[in-house]
Structure formats: C-alpha cells, structure tokens
C-alpha cells in the first residue's frame, strides 16, 4: 500500500486541479510538511508517501500526499509509533476507507431493490380484480353438529 486511496480521474478536466493532483515538486513538498527531503526520500522508499512520479522520474507531491506527510510526522512524533506500525495504520485506514465506500454501494443497491420491490407489489395490488369479495375467516366454536344421510326409502 502507498499510502493513498485510489485516484479517480474519469470525469475531470485535465487541467482541473484536487487534492489528488501532483503539483509539488520534493523541496516544496519538504518545505510544506515541515519535513527534510532525504525524510521524504525514506517514506518513499518504505512505501509510507508514494508520490507521482514524472517521465524523468522526479517525485511531484499533490496535497493528499504532504497531509499524510504531516499524519505520519505526527504519529511519530507525538504519538511515539515506528514506521512500520504507521504503515500498518495507513493501510487499515485505507481498508476502512475502502469497505466504507463498499457499504455505502450496497446499501444504494439495497434501496434501490426494496424500491423497485415496492413499485412491483404496488402493482400486483393495482391489478386485483375489484368484483372479488375478501375471505373472512368463520368464527370457531365448539358445537359438535352430527350429519346424517337421508336414507332413500325403498319402494
């Protein structure tokens, strides 16, 4: 994992500019996450930040990049946690940020189903037939009636 969600680029202009988009060149990167570049280097290399990378092979930053800059920083820092624990935490971030995006999707799907379940049933009822009388249940009761068959009389 490099530390990032998906990108999705479908539908943007090309020259529309996200948190998604590299800008950043590593100096300016550096500079803006308050970090050294050989430190931004090293995430790199340990798959902490993986930033875009250009035909030359330059590193270019985008804005997601230099906040997970500053996240694991932080996590270091203050919160006393090795690299390879804020690389495990980046992941389950992301595998949460994943399975959410997932449960939103179904449950889309899901109300979409019980809607077009609804349309489907409120149809069916449209479609009774209107010169039918409901059944109603007889009330039970504990008489006993005997039935006996006539007897035909013989001639």
Same mark, same amino acid.
């Given at each position: !994992?490099? %530390?990032? *969600?998906?990108?999705?680029?479908? %539908?943007?202009?090309?020259? +529309?500019?996200?948190? +998604?988009?590299?800008?950043?060149?590593? @100096?300016?990167? #550096?500079?803006?996450?308050?970090?050294? $570049? =050989?430190?931004?280097?090293?995430?790199?290399?340990?798959?902490?930040? @993986?930033?875009?990378?250009?035909?030359?092979? %330059?590193? *270019?930053?985008? #804005?997601?990049?230099? &906040?997970?800059?500053?996240?694991? =920083?932080?996590?270091? =820092?203050? &919160?006393?946690?090795?690299?390879?624990?804020?690389? *495990?935490?980046? +992941?389950? &971030?992301?595998?949460?940020?994943?399975?959410?995006?997932?449960?939103?999707?179904?449950?889309?799907?899901?109300?979409?189903? #019980?809607?077009? !379940?609804?349309? /489907?049933?409120?149809?069916?009822?449209? @479609?009774? *037939? /209107?010169?039918?009388?409901?059944? =109603?249940?007889?009330?039970?009761? @504990?008489?006993?009636?005997?039935?006996? $068959?006539?007897?035909?009389?013989?001639?």
């Amino acid at each position: !994992m490099d %530390g990032r *969600r998906p990108r999705q680029r479908g %539908g943007f202009s090309p020259y +529309e500019l996200t948190d +998604e988009t590299p800008v950043y060149v590593i @100096s300016v990167a #550096a500079q803006l996450s308050g970090l050294h $570049p =050989q430190t931004l280097r090293q995430y790199d290399r340990l798959g902490l930040v @993986s930033p875009d990378r250009t035909a030359g092979r %330059g590193r *270019r930053y985008s #804005a997601r990049d230099i &906040e997970l800059l500053r996240q694991v =920083q932080q996590l270091s =820092q203050d &919160e006393g946690i090795n690299l390879a624990g804020i690389k *495990r935490i980046i +992941e389950l &971030e992301n595998q949460v940020a994943a399975l959410q995006s997932r449960v939103a999707e179904l449950q889309a799907a899901l109300d979409g189903a #019980a809607a077009a !379940m609804q349309q /489907r049933e409120a149809a069916v009822h449209a @479609s009774y *037939r /209107r010169d039918l009388v409901p059944y =109603q249940e007889v009330q039970q009761t @504990s008489a006993l009636v005997v039935w006996r $068959p006539k007897r035909q009389q013989q001639d």
